[in-house]
Structures are given as structure tokens and as C-alpha cells.
């Protein structure tokens, strides 16, 4: 693959203003995706520094196909865009390419993942937390924050222009210590090989009977939770990796309609690539937080609690969390926006005490803890 590579280094994510993105359809669907990627990398790499290309895929009971439209994202900008549609209509190993420009949407840059490291470890997590809310907030609100050692520290941070304004904490003193802040995600902006978008188009397997569905997405989570072990207690109470999570801001790209095809993986963090990958088979650990789409309402969360274990392609969970955790590496972050088809269908559930209506689309926050 194109510039297969390109791994994201401190603060070298490009603004929002450098970036120009474009749709491009016209090539071959029955074409293998590297041999596209590579056609359109080489294609369009006169208009400038290709950043991230992805094309969205189809899947059937046999095959997987291109979906008819994909999207560049180029260095340079709106000056990128405009040399890129000069090449609408030119002659791509044997096809012509249709470019149009694909501009992002008006609050892109409004949202932002950080890593924070310097603190001082000593101090207990709810005064690094407070100390940190305080210190972002002139450039925007933390909505939570992701202890994954003491060390280090992860933010999801919501305000105006933030994703462009908030490297200016970095070197900035928190209670007497010198503070490393960088960006290690622009939701806004793929970074090569950590976001992809999965079409399921074709027919799906008929859902369950509602009778013998899941009424949570563990079988038995809440029997578990209401009887921890002794050694699930202490493992808890002794661990370092802790979650604050604050009250979520609901975007206008949280609120957009999605598409009914589609179940969208989008990846906030890409984890240790050389470390442990999810995959079919593999008993995995993570938290989530699952929320009804139309609304943001949060119906279940591991968050504060112990995290949850299933073993991945068995049917065990709904099939959106099936899907969308295969391939995440340990230390990953996904958000999952997942359709009627892929969640609790057109009966809907009782999950964790909340009614989800029939026909309701789901979003689920989710971040790979281990694979055994």
C-alpha cells in the first residue's frame, strides 16, 4: 500500500488548513485495493504530498469489493484541490477518474486527542485530572481523560479550533512541572492505515430470534459486576490504568445522519502496532461506552468498572462490536457508529436498564485493554 509507512510522530499531524480532501470516483471496483491505491497515489502525486487515501469496502457471503468512490486527502490544501480537479477525466491505467472537491465540514477542527506527559506521578489521578481540565480550558473542555500509566496521560478535548491551538500547552508548568503535549489524533484528519470505513451494503445473515438475543452485549456482564472476585477487587483497586470520564459534548458530526449501509470504524488511537492484534477467535479485554445515536444518551459503560472480556467472532456481543474490534492493537481506541442490522435490529433491548428503541443506531466508544 501507499506510503504504508507513514506513522504519525509528535505534533506533526498538519492543521486542517493544509489539507485539501477530494472524492474521487471512475476506477475499476474489481480492481485488488492495493493496485488502486497505488494507481491513485501515483496519479495524483503531482498536485501534492499525498497524506491519506481510503476507499470505503463492500462485503458479501464470498467476496469484498471497492465501493465506487474514495477519498484523498492532500498536503497543500485548497491550492492541492484545485490542481487535483485538472485531472478529472484523465486516463488512470485504463478508466477515467471523476475528482470533485470533498471540503471538510465547518466544526473539523473543533475536536482533538492529546497525550499529556511531566506531571508529577506522585499525586493521586482526581488532582491531575482537575489540574488538567483547569489548564486546557481556555482552549476547550476536556471530556475525558485516559490514565494508561502513570506516566501518561490521553484527553479528548472539545473547543473552537482547538485541534490547532492546544500544542500551545507544550512546555507549559502544571504545579511546578514542565508539561510534553502533543497531538496524537485529528478525528478530522485520517492518519495512513488508523481510520478505515467498512461498507456492509450486500445482505446480512438474518438477526436472531429477539427471545434469544442478548439483553445486554455481555450475557452475563451484570451477573458479574453484582459479584466481583476477590482477585477482580484487589486487580481494580491496584491497577494504573484508570478512566475520568466527564459529561459529553454532542457535536454536529456526532448528529449527522449516517449512512444505513454502513457500519463506521473510526480509529482515535491506533494502539502498540508491534504489540497484540484483535482478531477472530482471540479473547479480548476492553472498555466501552455504548450511547444511542439520535441522542448521545449513554445506555452502558465499563468506565469505572472492571473492563469486559468476550471472545471476538463467536456471536457473544452484538455483531457491530464483533466487527468493529477485529484488527485493533492493545492500547487502541475506536469509535463504532453501528447500524440497526449490526446492533439490537428492528425488536431493539432492555440493555443495562435502558429500553433501546427498534431500528436504532448505536455508538460505541471502545478501547482494547488485552488479547490473549
Not at 277 to 298: C, F, Q, S
Request: aromatic share 8%; net charge positive.
Amino acid at each position: 500500500m501507499y506510503s504504508s509507512t507513514m506513522v504519525p510522530k509528535r505534533n506533526n499531524i498538519p492543521k486542517l488548513s493544509d489539507v485539501g480532501r477530494i472524492k474521487v470516483t471512475g476506477y475499476d471496483t474489481g480492481l485488488p485495493l492495493d493496485d488502486v491505491y497505488t494507481a491513485l497515489a501515483e496519479h495524483f502525486s503531482s498536485c501534492g504530498e499525498i497524506w491519506e487515501i481510503y476507499v470505503p469496502l463492500k462485503f458479501d457471503e464470498t467476496k469484498t469489493i471497492l465501493n465506487s468512490h474514495g477519498v484523498i486527502c492532500l498536503l497543500g490544501g485548497q491550492d492541492a484541490v484545485e490542481k487535483a480537479l485538472q485531472l478529472t477525466g484523465s486516463n488512470v491505467g485504463g478508466w477515467n477518474v471523476s475528482v470533485e472537491a470533498y471540503p471538510y465540514p465547518a466544526n473539523a477542527n473543533d475536536r482533538v486527542v492529546v497525550i499529556v506527559e511531566g506531571y508529577d506521578t506522585s499525586l493521586r489521578k482526581s488532582l491531575i485530572s482537575r489540574a488538567l481540565v483547569k489548564l486546557f480550558s481556555p482552549y476547550g473542555t476536556i471530556t475525558r481523560l485516559s490514565f494508561f500509566k502513570k506516566s501518561s496521560v490521553t484527553a479528548i478535548v472539545h473547543g473552537k479550533d482547538v485541534a490547532d491551538t492546544v500544542t500551545q500547552l507544550n512546555g507549559s508548568y502544571m504545579r511546578g512541572r514542565k508539561l510534553a503535549v502533543w497531538v496524537t489524533a485529528k478525528p478530522e484528519i485520517p492518519i495512513r492505515l488508523i481510520r478505515r470505513r467498512v461498507n456492509f451494503s450486500k445482505p446480512i445473515p438474518p438477526l436472531q430470534d429477539p427471545s434469544a438475543m442478548d439483553a445486554a452485549i455481555p450475557k452475563s456482564r451484570s451477573e458479574s459486576s453484582m459479584a466481583p472476585s476477590e482477585s477482580a477487587k484487589k486487580k481494580e483497586k491496584t491497577s494504573e490504568e484508570a478512566t475520568v470520564e466527564y459529561k459529553a459534548i454532542s457535536t454536529s458530526v456526532e448528529k449527522q445522519t449516517p449512512d444505513p449501509d454502513e457500519l463506521n470504524v473510526d480509529d482515535l488511537c491506533m494502539g502498540n502496532p508491534n504489540g497484540k492484534k484483535a482478531g477472530p477467535g482471540k479473547r479480548v479485554t476492553v472498555h466501552y461506552t455504548g450511547k444511542l445515536h439520535e441522542n448521545g444518551k449513554i445506555f452502558d459503560s465499563t468506565v469505572g468498572k472492571s473492563p469486559y472480556k468476550f471472545r471476538l467472532g463467536v456471536g457473544k456481543v452484538i455483531k457491530g462490536l464483533d466487527v468493529g474490534v477485529n484488527g485493533m492493537y492493545v492500547g487502541g481506541k475506536r469509535k463504532l457508529t453501528i447500524p440497526p442490522a449490526f446492533g439490537y435490529g428492528r425488536y431493539g433491548a432492555e440493555v443495562a436498564g435502558t429500553k433501546i428503541p427498534p431500528d436504532a443506531w448505536l455508538v460505541f466508544d471502545v478501547e482494547l485493554l488485552n488479547v490473549r
